[in-house]
């Protein structure tokens, strides 16, 4: 059973423009929520956390949006750079002790330069 | 940010011969430490919680005779892949736990693809 969907599996976008990846999840347990970015072939790479008690964190070029009532996280990228081309998987966890991480599908997003 | 290694990177063994993995925190002590087994274009599955000093916690499917766990030290975590088939061949990734206090995440090695042949 898949507690967290990414249900794009690919997204395109112009150099320049946002990036909008979307996750939702069904476990009203979860509180803490991460996306990493992830290259073929090597281990992902932390990007960004959110945990429930707010609804927005920035961290430069990326935003992480949490809707609680909807169970649905967004990451915003602006602006996207082709160095962002890679698949981003959004991670939610039950508690912020760093275990039990459960994992979206990914979506593979491509910067056209 | 932290650094987690893993070695090999990549190995090609035959089926029935055993294959282990290393996975190493290198700039911080990881009490815990997580393998991840990645099939193409398929999300990280969680295969087993390895905790110094007890036995590792592996998740539900995972044979724990197959795939055997081992976190000797703070900084070092070993997968072994035994009398391995190809089913078996995927990338596994590991990860140890670190971070501030209320702010931990996982900080993931680079992975190794095992093809068996």
């Known amino acids: 059973d898949q507690q967290v969907k990414q249900n794009s599996p690919s997204l395109s976008v112009q150099e320049g423009r946002i990036s909008i990846l979307n996750c939702d999840y069904t476990n009203s347990m979860f509180d803490y929520f991460l996306w990493y970015k992830k290259y073929p072939a090597e281990g992902p790479t932390f990007l960004i956390s959110i945990s429930s008690i707010k609804d927005k964190n920035e961290d430069g070029r990326f935003t992480v949006f949490l809707n609680k009532s909807a169970k649905h996280l967004s990451l915003h990228i602006v602006p996207s750079q082709p160095g962002d081309s890679a698949v981003y998987f959004c991670?939610?966890?039950?508690?912020?002790?760093?275990?039990?991480?459960?994992f979206g599908t990914g979506t593979s997003l491509t910067v056209i330069p | 940010g932290a650094v987690v290694s893993q070695h090999p990177s990549r190995v090609i063994c035959k089926s029935g011969t055993s294959v282990k993995i290393e996975c190493r925190s290198l700039d911080f002590q990881a009490t815990t430490m997580f393998w991840y087994r990645q099939f193409p274009k398929q999300s990280l599955m969680l295969m087993a919680t390895?905790?110094?000093?007890?036995?590792?916690?592996?998740e539900q499917g995972v044979e724990k005779d197959k795939f055997l766990i081992n976190h000797a030290s703070l900084t070092l975590s070993t997968l072994t892949v035994t009398s391995a088939h190809p089913e078996d061949s995927s990338f596994y990734i590991c990860?140890?736990?670190?971070?501030?206090?209320?702010?931990?995440?996982?900080?993931f090695g680079p992975g190794t693809r095992l093809l068996v042949l």
């Open positions: 991670a939610a966890s039950p508690s912020n002790t760093g275990n039990q991480f459960y």
């Open positions: 990860s140890a736990r670190g971070g501030r206090q209320g702010q931990e995440t996982q900080y």
């Open positions: 390895s905790n110094e000093g007890s036995k590792a916690t592996y």
